[in-house]
T-cell receptor, first 115, second 113 residues
Framework: DTAVSQTPKYLVTQMGNDKSIKCEQN?????MYWYKQDSKKFLKIMFS???????INETVPNRFSPKSPDKAHLNLHINSLELGDSAVYFC??????????????FGSGTRLTVV | KQEVTQIPAALSVPEGENLVLNCSFT??????LQWFRQDPGKGLTSLLL?????REQTSGRLNASLDKSSGRSTLYIAASQPGDSATYLC????????????FGTGTQLKVEL
């Protein structure tokens, strides 16, 4: 199936741990994103990569480090997890960026709970 | 500051009713506006994408309009069904924003039998 897929779907971990979330898209899109949905259901962008190059870093703590090994993959590594990191993290992709008018396709989300 | 606002925050209607969800944005310089649906505990499903040069888009019982000059979009749902119950999110790609989406806070819709 063509899609944006992310793993794991659920992640429960203790404070101070380091964890990673993986994302893959097989849509042939050039741009991938990480969004965070907080407890009030508000969605906000964290990062954007275009062809493996970071183009948006929306004042996210440097404990969050995205990595894009190729344009089909964008992973999110989080160091020293804090209670406030608990949220749903969505991966998304779009055909392009910067001056284009491109729609998004979202993954199904990773619900991270820090205890 | 580029912001997106959605009203109402919640809406409950009887089945069969036509309804309108509202979205407003603070800057008329946009690339596009996209309406999404989110079911509880699920991801986002794209419903309609309106480019900045377009006035409306239609898909089945859904019709979305765009008025850039007034900074408004509406999502019209005809003949609502219980299966339409979900949170509807409006998201805007503002010009110069690198195609990032700025989301509204959503309208939680419940269609009752």
């Amino acid at each position: 199936d063509t899609a944006v897929s992310q793993t794991p779907k659920y992640l429960v971990t203790q404070m101070g741990n380091d964890k990673s979330i993986k994302c893959e898209q097989n849509l042939g899109h050039d741009t991938m994103y990480w969004y965070k949905q907080d407890s009030k259901k508000f969605l906000k962008i964290m990062f954007s990569y275009n062809n493996k190059e970071l183009i948006i870093n929306e004042t996210v703590p440097n404990r969050f480090s995205p990595k894009s090994p190729d344009k089909a993959h964008l992973n999110l590594h989080i160091n020293s997890l804090e209670l406030g990191d608990s949220a749903v993290y969505f991966c998304a992709s779009s055909p392009g960026t910067g001056g284009g008018s491109y729609g998004y396709t979202f993954g199904s989300g990773t619900r991270l709970t820090v205890v | 500051k580029q912001e997106v606002t959605q009203i109402p925050a919640a809406l409950s209607v009887p089945e069969g009713e036509n309804l309108v969800l509202n979205c407003s944005f603070t800057d008329s310089a946009i690339y596009n506006l996209q309406w999404f649906r989110q079911d509880p505990g699920k991801g986002l499903t794209s419903l309609l994408l309106i480019q900045s040069s377009q006035r409306e888009q239609t898909s089945g019982r859904l019709n979305a309009s765009l008025d850039k000059s007034s900074g408004r979009s509406t999502l019209y749902i005809a003949a609502s069904q219980p299966g339409d119950s979900a949170t509807y999110l409006c998201a805007v790609s503002f010009s110069g924003g690198g195609n990032k989406l700025t989301f509204g806070t959503g309208t939680q819709l419940k269609v009752e039998l």
